[in-house]
């Protein structure tokens, strides 16, 4: 067995459809038979969006029996909130000069 992929977390959140899995598995954990069925794609393909989504660490799995369980690793999400934060300290600070520049008028 190969050495596992490693993915940045903006690798994971690219694309819709692993949105919408990491979406899925915030409100309960999933095997790729059950996030499939949310899906108009293969299970196969939703098998290689978890495996980017595990290479980036937002998702973790715990076999159980002959199952693979998905869940949500939300502290991995962290690097998003503090990339955007960035952002929203920057468009805070132009909305506050375009309030103080209509209060000056």
């Known amino acids: 067995m190969g050495a596992a992929l490693q993915y940045d977390v903006f690798d994971g959140i690219a694309d819709p459809t692993r949105r919408r899995i990491l979406t899925l598995l915030s409100t309960h954990n999933m095997n790729v038979t059950d996030l499939s069925d949310h899906f108009p794609v293969t299970r196969t ?33 962290r690097e998003v909130k503090d990339w955007l934060q960035i952002y929203e300290q920057f468009w805070d600070e132009k909305i506050n000069n375009l309030k103080k520049l209509f209060d000056s008028n």
Do not use: C, D, F, M
């Open 45 to 77: 393909a939703v098998s290689k969006h978890l495996k980017i989504l595990k290479g980036a660490k937002l998702v973790t799995e715990e076999k159980v029996g002959r199952e693979r369980i998905y869940q949500l690793n939300p502290h991995a999400l």
